[in-house]
């Protein structure tokens, strides 16, 4: 539904493109997305569903956006600003920290996936703007504009990526303490226990 607001052909919405597809492979029925398409874009009466960003700090001065769709932006904004509060964060103005990060394509593909040296063949050919080693496997990111480039390459050689999406990410990290580490994950998963909240994310590297 929200990604709808910004026009209902996929072909020209990337978002919504990304959604639907997010939607199929969950087996969401068909007459069910068509559905929010319409009440998205205003073709259908219902419930409004609002995207709202919320900017704050966490402990340490750790800047934290949180993404939320909520009916009722008079009830959920005391609820996060009362969540940061009770964790040694504060909730802040519009803008506050948003400078501080951009909206990319992020995926990560599991290190059985692919080798190093092929993925990144893969990835940089349609469009990528970088990929990195971690933990968790192969990050991989990427404009917007070049987000399903990627992913209709990474499907065409058969790699399946752990994790597809488009969102905010820091544009430099902070590096913080153990202690400081601990007090904002449970900022963040506190935030993440609110029904409204779809995502949190931080600038904090420990």
Not at 104 to 114: E, T
Not at 161 to 179: D, H, M, N
Request: hydrophobic share 40%; net charge negative.
């Amino acid at each position: 539904m929200v990604a709808a607001k910004n026009g209902k052909d996929p072909d020209s919405n990337a978002r919504l493109r990304k959604a639907i597809s997010d939607a199929r492979a969950a087996s969401v029925p068909k007459d069910n997305i068509e559905r929010a398409i319409k009440k998205g874009a205003g073709e259908l009466e219902g419930g409004q569903i609002e995207e709202l960003i919320y900017e704050g700090y966490g402990p340490g001065g750790v800047a934290i956006l949180v993404e939320a769709l909520t009916d009722n932006r008079l009830r959920t904004q005391p609820e996060i600003r009362k969540i940061f509060d009770k964790n040694g964060g504060s909730l802040g103005e519009m803008g506050s920290v948003a400078w501080g990060f951009s909206t990319k394509g992020v995926f990560l593909v599991p290190k059985d996936q692919a080798s190093e040296d092929s993925l990144m063949n893969i990835v940089l050919e349609a469009g990528a703007d970088d990929l990195t080693l971690s933990d968790e496997g192969f990050e991989i990111q990427c404009s917007p504009e070049n987000f399903e480039s990627v992913r209709s390459a990474l499907e065409a050689a058969h790699i399946i990526p752990a994790l597809a999406e488009l969102g905010p990410t820091p544009s430099s990290k902070v590096t913080v303490t153990a202690e400081i580490a601990v007090q904002i994950e449970s900022l963040v998963s506190a935030l993440e226990d609110h029904d409204d909240v779809q995502k949190v994310v931080s600038n904090a590297e420990s």
